[in-house]
């Protein structure tokens, strides 16, 4: 670069090079906090690719001129570019061609100008720009860019405040776009920006051999983490309204006449185009005022209006469902550390109760009115617990079935059965039909010596049970589950999940398991943490 | 051939749509990107299905994928547009990819304003999107013109019935592209979830405890549409699996007398869905008449 401080065509091919290197090195950082708008972290990597086939163009210019270079630059970023992230930086390159049209070299304020161009470009290419992203860092950039060059024309000090300006307002991306603030991360497009406009200033200021071995600079959020604390309910805020868009056609429509005029009637507004046809975009709430005014600037095209309270509604709605989506909510009950994980895991809700206690209606309906479903089934899980589950069906207005499960096999069934897009009714036939599928195994400790059908036990003596019947007796409970299996029909029989309660080692339980998966070689044997109290061992046979 | 249909037809690779069907229909797919670190590829073109579960499993680094740029559906768009001037598109829901809209920029900036090209979000992936494709293809090889087209395939979206069973939902997950279905994610048991796509994204159905179960569900249903007059109320059935052939055709085979006068069209899972949802999903997708 000459003395004072004017580009060539070369010199911004290679400005931009210097940035696609800096870029480089935080492209893992960048992907990794990219949650807007779709989570699928390849930000960085999207704006590298968009910044390499743009380079890859700028070698193909037609001349060596500013505005030679940036032509090429666009079409290169146009073609090129990926993602969402990629196609807003080409429009930013678009600017950039526009703002040097005709220039052999271009200057600070050139370059400032430029900037703004490209950040029209960039919002003008969104149909619904959002705040705290790359439009916003773009913006901000080139708002600060324009007013240091009216200052000063050096190109240096102007970048140095569009990076600065940059920086501020990357960090400040979580305070307007919630997702960022929830995921504790900064704006991952703003944050790619940020370093291409760092790396073209290091260029600029003749720092090449010190980019090599530096890292780009990652911007913290300003916000603190938030964490996972209920979201407050938007009822008692102001409604939002109607979502307007439409377009004008007319002649000589002045854009900040009309701009000016709709400022007061709504938020969001957004008005862009030229002086024949004019999108307008506003959040109001009275839609028939607005469409009004329009009208009496030019002929109305593509009117859209939504309900934004429906949306919203409807928004909430689904993200409700982030605890539980299924329309119909499941209430169990467990106990046993492991059990209860099962459940929860499985979506459903679990009331603690079992074999010698059994939970109060009272306490099932608590936890049946406190789910965000209208529509309820339960599970008792027990023989002991259904009537009393019976009985809540009267104490709530919500619409509750019971599912007559008497072991935690069968409720575990049972869930599996439920299916989320079929109705109440169904899914009980469902769940009734999939319990019949099952066999519950148990091995407990015989608590009085007796004699059942033909099977004699001594107190506290390992027995297996088959659905509750009496089927073996053993000496250890290890022994007394492998009998039990042994006396039974597998034939037919996939998966067998095995759920070792609180008295049972897992190292004795694993030995156990490793020896039913050797007699069973056909069947899916899984162990599982189960922690319940009385039974050393619960299996499910399906 | 071809050459009859006045109205072009346009999807995506997400179709799944097999090649031979694309060419005997005349339908244009535009590929998506799938890369594993800096190696780009293009779907379906640049990586056979094989070789990309291959790699897929294979590889450290998970790959991810990206839409095509507003300049190649311009460029694709003026091509088509030497030909015929009326063209319509169909691409994968807008909830799962910038496809659709960035198809939309790229029809702004064509050169041919002479052609009229209607671009449709289909609000469906694979063969969900693939069966409207297949059919609209068809309609305008017959010779509807694109007003009816486009009233077609929008009628025909909300009978799309997809249903999907994986041997995890951790793809999807990694991938950003699980929706509503995350609630079924983070089972203790070993679980095959089973999901749809509902308005665009993806949806629980439901869970089994094996594969074979998980099968079974797909079977059940893709039978509650079969009654004694299917061909009313079918039109047409898809079955498609990533790399389970076998798993695919047997499921094929007992759909079939279920749906004696159906076409049933068996497809891949491509590689840009293959990012998403792993080497081991088999869905079965139902068109209603």
């Known amino acids: 670069m000459n003395k004072a401080g004017v580009c060539s065509g070369r010199e911004l091919r290679e400005m931009f090079e210097a940035a696609t290197t800096w870029l480089e090195k935080s492209v893992p950082e960048i992907d990794a906090m990219n949650v807007f708008p779709v989570p699928d972290g390849d930000t960085g990597t999207n704006m590298l690719l968009t910044l390499r086939a743009t380079l890859e163009e700028a070698y193909r210019a037609p001349d060596h001129s500013a505005t030679g270079v940036a032509q090429a630059m666009t079409h290169g970023a146009l073609m090129g570019a990926r993602g969402n992230s990629g196609v807003i930086l080409s429009q930013i390159f678009r600017g950039l061609a526009q703002g040097l049209h005709d220039s052999e070299s271009f200057g600070g304020s050139e370059f400032a100008l430029a900037l703004s161009k490209g950040s029209d470009a960039a919002y003008k290419a969104l149909t619904h720009p959002v705040e705290g992203t790359i439009l916003t860092v773009i913006k901000e950039a080139s708002r600060a860019a324009y007013a240091a060059s009216l200052q000063n024309d050096d190109l240096e000090f102007i970048l140095q405040t569009a990076v600065e300006a940059a920086r501020d307002s990357v960090a400040n991306t979580p305070s307007l776009l919630p997702v960022l603030r929830e995921a504790g991360v900064v704006d991952a497009g703003g944050q790619g920006l940020y370093t291409i406009l760092d790396g073209m200033l290091h260029y600029v200021k003749g720092d090449l051999e010190r980019m090599e071995y530096l890292q780009p600079h990652i911007v913290a959020s300003r916000e603190l983490l938030q964490t996972n604390l209920p979201t407050l309910s938007a009822e008692d805020e102001e409604p939002y309204g109607y979502c307007t868009e439409f377009l004008i056609e007319g002649e000589e429509l002045n854009l900040d006449k009309i701009r000016k005029r709709l400022k007061g009637k709504g938020q969001c507004l957004i008005v862009v185009g030229d002086e024949h046809l004019i999108h307008i975009h506003i959040h109001t709430l009275d839609p028939g005022a607005v469409l009004k005014y329009g009208s009496s600037q030019g002929i109305l095209h593509g009117i859209k209006i939504d309900n934004m309270d429906d949306q919203h509604k409807e928004f909430r709605r689904s993200s409700q469902g982030k605890v539980s989506t299924a329309p119909i909510a499941v209430v169990t009950v467990a106990s046993g550390k492991g059990i209860t994980e099962v459940f929860r895991s499985l979506g459903a809700e679990v009331v603690p109760g079992g074999q010698t206690m059994n939970p109060s209606a009272v306490e099932l309906l608590e936890v049946v009115e406190r789910v965000p479903q209208d529509e309820v089934i339960l599970l008792p899980n027990n023989k002991n617990i259904v009537p009393t589950a019976q009985q809540a069906l009267g104490l709530t207005s919500k619409k509750v079935r019971v599912v007559a499960t008497e072991t935690v096999p069968q409720g575990i069934a049972a869930l599996f059965a439920l299916r989320y897009d079929d109705d109440l009714e169904s899914n009980v036939s469902a769940m009734a039909e999939a319990i019949s599928m099952i066999t519950t195994v148990e091995v407990t400790r015989a608590v009085r010596t007796t004699q059942i059908g033909g099977v004699k036990v001594r107190k506290k003596q390992p027995i297996g049970l088959v659905d509750g019947r009496l089927a073996v007796a053993g000496d250890t409970t290890s022994q007394a589950l492998q009998d039990v299996l042994r006396g039974m029909d597998l034939e037919g029989k996939e998966v067998l999940t095995i759920y070792y309660g609180n008295g049972i080692k897992e190292t004795e339980a694993e030995e156990v398991t490793e020896q039913i998966r050797q007699s069973y070689p056909y069947l899916q044997v899984e162990l599982v943490f189960g922690g319940q109290p009385h039974y050393h061992y619960v299996v499910a046979v399906e | ?289």
């Open chain 2, 1 to 289: 051939m071809s050459q009859e249909s006045r109205v072009r037809v346009v999807t995506d690779s997400v179709s799944d749509i097999p090649p031979d069907i694309a060419k005997e229909l005349g339908i244009t797919i535009m590929p998506l990107y799938v890369r594993f670190g800096t190696e780009v590829y293009r779907d379906g073109v640049d990586l056979t299905t094989d070789e990309f579960y291959h790699k897929l499993i294979k590889s450290t680094t998970l790959p991810t994928t990206a839409a095509p740029s507003p300049g190649e559906f311009t460029q694709l768009y003026d091509e088509l547009a030497e030909e015929t001037d009326e063209i319509l598109s169909i691409y994968l829901s807008s909830n799962y990819s910038a496809t659709y809209e960035i198809a939309l920029r790229g029809k702004e900036q064509m050169k041919h304003k002479d052609c009229r090209v209607e671009v449709i979000d289909s609000r469906e992936a694979i063969m969900g999107l693939g069966l409207l494709v297949i059919e609209a293809a068809k309609a305008a090889k017959a010779g509807a013109s694109l007003d009816e087209l486009v009233t077609a395939v929008r009628a025909m979206i909300p009978k799309v019935h997809v249903c999907m069973c994986f041997d995890t939902l951790e793809y999807l997950r990694r991938g950003g592209r699980i929706g509503r279905a995350q609630s079924i994610l983070g089972s203790i048991l070993r679980v095959n979830p089973i999901v749809g796509i509902k308005d665009g994204e993806t949806v629980p159905i439901g869970r089994e405890r094996n594969r074979s179960k998980a099968i079974e569900r797909l079977y059940r249903f893709a039978s509650e549409f079969s009654s004694v007059s299917t061909e009313e109320k079918v039109v047409s059935l898809a079955v498609e699996h990533a790399s389970t052939p076998e798993e695919a055709g047997r499921l094929v085979e007992r759909l079939k007398p279920l749906f004696p006068s159906v076409p049933i069209y068996i497809s891949r899972v491509g590689t840009v869905v293959g990012t998403h949802v792993g080497p081991h999903v088999i869905a079965v997708t139902v068109l209603e008449a």
